[in-house]
């Protein structure tokens, strides 16, 4: 079963809403065994609509559209429907009273005309409740081709993905089982990688394809499997990852979209019940953003001085001006101190500090642009490595997080021992 995703709105072509509908509802398709064929964004134009839909009449089982569905007038998708369909709007009387009963509870108003009349539906339509807004998501067939219209608000449209399209769609269609497994490695390019794994790679079954995804620092290796038989499936892809751990298990640092490194590092300081500090000039908080988002982290995580700025390595840091003077505001000597005082200052276990050139100038440093020093202070002591990430800029910060994220994990492993 094959699946496209359109987002209807000028909002996304001109870059002013970023489409994050797309990614949710293709990762809910491809879990139940449905193969995402593309994703289209288009404009809020009726002969744009009415052009997609045609060419992608009988291509694909199932095309999934987003947006169009508010109440102004420059929300045409249900009008659109009807004339690609051959159908006039009515009024739903169950989709109404949820529209009163969803101002009069949240809002403690009666609902406008211009509201009221969002229950408008085609009359040959399935449609699909809104528990979370006004707008009702459509189903409606054409030949071989279902089309469903959903609302573009996120939290409207997950919550029908969830709880009815997906329900539906495994109840009435025979669909593959496609399984994934992602292998996240640290510290490694995907040339190198690719290189130590060639063999392992060659010797994969027909039925599982191996797709590099690479960014500064790090490569996710992700394993796809479709067929028949899932068990079958799962045995295969759990007898790959471990044949590939015994190559690669320096690198592997996790498994799976939801293993991040952050994720991994959490564990194995919760385990250890230690706790963990930054100091950050290069990276702007970024490493800090990246702990903090795990669930949890307050367990082990006690905060962060982006020290981005000389004085305020100096002022809240309490890194000696002398020292700077003497090393360099980006140097070995203070990105040292600078991890010794936040994990004093912090009284944590561990802590990590950066300090570097990302360009594009120099700024208060004579280092060579690129430039970055990665200090990692643990319970057992505290060393400093230094690296030329290059250029762009957004580069050499991602590589700087990942690169402190590796040589994190390595220390807490290591003190392990």
């Not at 229950?119 to 089309?147: C, D, H, I, Y």
Request: charged fraction near 25%.
């Amino acid at each position: 079963m094959k699946a496209t995703i359109v987002t209807i709105g000028d909002e996304i072509l001109i870059g002013q809403i970023v489409d994050t509908n797309s990614n949710f509802i293709a990762k809910s398709l491809d879990k139940i065994g449905v193969e995402i064929n593309e994703m289209i964004s288009i404009s809020d134009d009726k002969q744009h609509i009415l052009n997609t839909f045609a060419q992608l009449q009988n291509k694909v089982e199932l095309v999934i559209i987003t947006g169009g569905l508010g109440p102004t007038k420059d929300d045409i998708t249900k009008h659109t429907f009807c004339e690609y369909f051959e159908d006039t709007l009515v009024r739903n009387i169950e989709v109404e009273n949820h529209i009163i009963e969803l101002f009069s509870s949240v809002f403690n108003v009666a609902p406008s005309q211009i509201n009221k009349d969002q229950s408008l539906v085609p009359s040959r339509s399935t449609v699909l409740m809104n528990q979370n807004g006004t707008a009702p998501g459509m189903w409606m067939q054409k030949e071989n081709t279902v089309f469903i219209s959903l609302p573009g608000v996120p939290y409207e449209m997950k919550d029908i993905v969830s709880n009815v399209i997906i329900p539906k769609i495994i109840k009435e269609y025979e669909r593959p089982y496609i399984l994934h497994k992602t292998i996240l490695t640290y510290g490694q390019g995907e040339s190198i990688v690719a290189e130590r794994i060639e063999a392992w790679e060659d010797a994969l079954p027909k039925f599982i394809k191996l797709a590099y995804l690479p960014s500064p620092g790090r490569v996710r290796l992700r394993l796809s499997a479709r067929g028949t038989d899932k068990e079958l499936l799962e045995n295969e892809i759990q007898e790959r990852v471990h044949s590939l751990t015994k190559i690669i298990g320096d690198i592997i640092v996790g498994f799976d979209d939801d293993e991040t490194i952050e994720v991994v590092l959490g564990r194995l300081l919760v385990q250890q019940k230690r706790t963990i500090a930054t100091a950050e000039s290069c990276t702007g908080g970024k490493i800090a953003q990246m702990i903090s988002s795990v669930a949890g982290a307050s367990k082990y995580f006690k905060g962060s001085i982006v020290s981005y700025a000389t004085e305020t390595k100096i002022n809240l840091l309490h890194i000696p001006e002398s020292l700077i003077i003497e090393h360099s505001v980006v140097s070995a000597a203070v990105a040292k101190q600078m991890a010794i005082n936040v994990k004093d200052l912090m009284k944590t276990d561990y802590a990590i500090a950066t300090t570097g050139n990302a360009g594009p100038s120099k700024g208060d440093s004579s280092a060579e642009i690129g430039t970055v020093f990665i200090a990692i202070a643990s319970p057992k002591g505290i060393f400093v490595e230094e690296f030329n990430f290059g250029q762009p800029r957004d580069k050499v910060i991602d590589r700087t997080v990942n690169k402190s994220f590796e040589l994190l994990q390595k220390e807490i492993l290591q003190n392990l021992l």
